[in-house]
């Protein structure tokens, strides 16, 4: 199908969905437009093959999303962290979830020490990941298990640095909550996996150092 297909087929694809959406339930756009409760926020890659509500199976008001490239939380990305407080703030997400994803294109571009220009600045975020676990990462031989790790440990570190924002730290301190999650998803096999972070263990870390005043 030519891109130019795929865009007319869009309206199609939308009225089809409204029909579909209206016959199981003819209130279900009344109550969308009655507000959101979301239980989860989701921050994943930008990747066109790692769609956020479909790999999950939920529909419209369920899940929270942020993605940018390579699914970074940067210390002063005011997007991202603007989510974060509204999503865990007002929203009162009981998740948050940090998704990375194999073949991920941003991670790979990371890899590579050349000149991307503007993309420079972003990519630095999964470099300075690769640099702290350089040992671990350069002690990998084959190179594309060197490149599955390194979006491994980038959702790993992204995790960490949603555990440094203030409103997550007094949230979880007040509340118990949310907890966070780093997942992977598979393009290959289409599996999510969960890597299994332990919250707890380094929501405790992080406070000894980044501590944010959270009673
Ligand atoms: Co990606």
Redesign the pocket.
């Known amino acids: 199908m030519s891109q130019n297909k795929l865009y007319d087929q869009v309206f199609v694809n939308n009225r089809k969905w409204v029909a579909e959406k209206k016959a199981s339930n003819k209130d279900f756009f009344k109550h969308l437009a009655e507000g959101q409760s979301p239980e989860i926020l989701y921050i994943g ?3 066109s093959r ?1 769609t956020a509500e479909e790999l999950m199976g939920v529909g419209p008001g369920q899940v929270f999303v942020h993605r940018n ?3 970074v939380v940067g210390t002063a990305d005011l997007n991202a962290l603007s989510v974060i407080e509204y999503a865990v703030g007002a929203l009162k997400v009981k998740h948050v979830v940090v998704c ?2 194999y073949y ?4 790979k571009a990371a890899m590579q020490a050349q000149d991307l220009g503007l993309l420079n600045p972003w990519l630095r975020y999964i470099r300075d990941v690769y640099r702290l676990h350089r040992n671990e990462l350069d002690a990998i031989g084959d190179e594309d298990a060197r490149y599955r790790r390194l979006i491994e440990l980038n959702v790993e570190e992204q995790c960490l640095n949603v555990i440094k924002t203030a409103v997550v730290q007094k949230s979880y301190i007040n509340t118990g909550g949310p907890s966070v999650h780093g997942w992977v998803f598979d393009v290959r096999t289409g599996e999510l996996i969960d890597l299994k972070i332990d919250f707890e263990k380094r929501m405790k870390e992080i406070r000894e150092i980044y501590d944010l005043g959270a009673k």
């Open positions: 890659c930008s990747d790692a490239i390579a699914n990375g994803h991920c294109g941003g991670v």
